[in-house]
């Protein structure tokens, strides 16, 4: 349903690196994937592939089916759950005993050059991350990088905001600890920037941006052919727009913002963290295409941030 927008915006600051398996450490630490809510393991098996054959980063995924997320449906005989109040145990206690085995195997992996390991969080593995490291502490961990993380909970009173969480996040935001950017911890967070919502009802939010190509502006609106007097004639946003818009709008209570069609820039980024946004990055390998709609783990988008891992 959502169509690629390049458009780049000239006065945001774009943060490009390039790393070649030729430049990196013949050792570089294990990291460890940590899948998204909904998906499963195989779904990271380019991720993979990409990371070791051209990083030389050894590589474990959490094993999770898309079946064990039914799981979480224990959290609906928890009266939090409709308080709003759910804490991560015991309805995700089971993600994190994957992730506690995920992360004993990739030890094995470690050489006397590089005893620690990276985590890697896709969408709901970012924080899920995050709970682990409350729980059972990060001494053996050097580096968090989440992929599309809603990492803040969505604002409170807003009018047709439901916490899909149902208080999982507030109880992150609270109890988890703060993001930092150390040389004995480091914090990466990235956020894709492929469409930009919009509300609703109502017209166009903001005028087209001048670097948009094609006949799709900013907003999702489509042009309407010229008069001659004129280059721009907006119809309104689109449907796409609006349907991506009420997304964006659950996770963070503004539906026309920027995002990567399913979590919003604004609440994939954290205070205290090495923030970084990509453009044209879609959310999710499933219904991802490495040309012409590439995810946080299209090869392309891999260089951009494997760097973190190797140094």
């Not at 807003?158 to 996040?169: C, E, S």
């Not at 017209?203 to 670097?211: C, I, L, Q, R, V």
């Not at 006949?215 to 309407?224: A, H, K, Y």
Request: charged residues 15%.
């Amino acid at each position: 349903m959502v169509s690629l927008l390049p458009a780049i915006n000239s006065q945001r600051t774009s943060i490009c690196f390039s790393v070649t398996s030729s430049s990196a450490p013949s050792t570089p630490r294990p990291a460890v994937i940590l899948p998204g809510l909904g998906n499963n393991t195989g779904d990271y098996e380019g991720l993979v592939a990409t990371l070791k054959e051209g990083y030389n980063v050894p590589c474990v995924v959490a094993q999770v089916s898309r079946f064990d997320w039914l799981r979480n449906a224990a959290g609906l005989v928890d009266p939090n759950y409709w308080k709003g109040t759910l804490q991560p145990s015991p309805v995700l206690d089971w993600y994190l005993k994957r992730v506690e085995k995920a992360i004993s195997d990739a030890k094995l992996l470690c050489t006397d050059e590089n005893k620690s390991i990276s985590l890697i969080g896709h969408s709901a593995g970012g924080w899920l991350a995050r709970v682990y490291m409350h729980k059972f502490g990060f001494s053996d961990i050097s580096l968090l990088l989440t992929l599309g993380c809603p990492h803040l909970p969505p604002p409170k009173g807003v009018q047709g905001v439901i916490d899909q969480t149902r208080g999982l996040l507030d109880y992150v935001a609270t109890n988890c600890p703060p993001a930092v950017y150390t040389p004995e911890l480091r914090y990466v967070c990235i956020a894709g920037r492929y469409i930009q919502g919009a509300r609703l009802t109502g017209g166009s939010n903001s005028p087209p941006d001048e670097h948009t190509s094609g006949d799709t502006n900013s907003d999702g609106d489509q042009s309407l052919p010229s008069n001659g007097n004129s280059t721009y004639v907006p119809a309104g946003p689109t449907f796409q727009a609006r349907f991506v818009g009420q997304g964006y709008k659950q996770v963070c209570g503004k539906a026309d913002v920027w995002g990567d069609g399913v979590v919003p820039e604004m609440a994939a980024h954290l205070e205290g963290a090495l923030n970084m946004s990509l453009e044209g990055v879609y959310h999710s390998p499933v219904g991802s295409d490495d040309h012409t709609r590439p995810w946080f783990g299209s090869p392309s988008v891999v260089d951009k941030w494997a760097h973190h891992l190797l140094n």
